[in-house]
């Protein structure tokens, strides 16, 4: 079966500081990743999303990066952590698409809080 | 396009029903449904395609009317489990690979 991982669960960091989060799926092949940030009580934000190694499409202009530097690896980066930058960061994957969009599955998420 | 979804919050008693609307502005192929509950991840409950199926996950079921791009979520008899925030998502135009979410809908199920 399939399992998503992310780390940290939980983070803080002093505005200006630099970010890394990872995410790792298991137990598939050539998956989509995305990342989404919720912003407390809101609803999801989608970030990035790769349909394989190193291709990566932003959907918001932000201080944010992402990579992907294995088939089952997502990275996302900050030089530079803005407090507008907090939130819960979600990793999620899905199968290759024929046709119609697949069902995504979601990492735990990391909570991050910038001071 | 964001999907819309209403209400944006709903309070019942164990064993009540609900239904959970969510509408586009575009022409829909598809719609998903997730549960989160508080402080966790989403998870997927189901999707609904083309052609009005409708379908069902435990007590909850979903329709899905493509000509009025509309959706709902029915959850029956409802458990103190179903407590939770859920989302639609529908696919981004121009791309297969993209779910746009709507706002989210809060569900309380009190005792």
């Known amino acids: 079966s399939q399992t998503i991982h992310q780390w940290p669960a939980t983070l803080v960091q002093p505005v200006g500081s630099p970010l890394s989060l990872e995410c790792t799926v298991e137990?598939?092949?050539?998956?989509?990743l995305y990342w989404y940030r919720q912003a407390a009580g809101r609803g999801l934000q989608l970030l990035f999303y790769s349909v394989g190694i190193g291709q990566i499409s932003s959907e918001v202009p932000q201080n944010l990066s992402a990579s992907r530097p294995q088939d089952r690896q997502f990275i996302l980066s900050s030089k530079k952590l803005l407090l507008s930058d907090s939130g819960f960061y979600l990793c999620?994957?899905?199968?290759?698409?024929?046709?119609?969009?697949?069902?995504?599955?979601f990492g735990p998420g990391t909570r991050l809080t910038v001071t | 396009q964001q999907p819309v979804q209403s209400p944006q919050a709903v309070i019942l008693r164990e064993g009540e029903d609900a239904v959970i609307n969510c509408s586009s502005s575009k022409a829909l192929y598809s719609v998903h449904w997730y549960r989160q509950k508080h402080g966790e991840a989403p998870v997927f409950l189901m999707i609904l395609l083309k052609g009005g199926e409708q379908k069902g996950h435990d007590k909850i079921s979903a329709s899905f009317n493509e000509k009025k791009q509309q959706s709902s979520l029915y959850l029956t008899a409802s458990q103190l489990s179903y407590s939770g925030t859920y989302f639609c998502g529908t696919p981004t135009s121009g791309s297969a690979r993209q779910l746009t979410f709507g706002s989210g809908t809060q569900l309380t199920v009190l005792p």
């Open positions: 999620a994957w899905s199968v290759r698409p024929s046709g119609r969009a697949r069902e995504q599955y």
């Open positions: 137990g598939t092949s050539n998956p989509n």
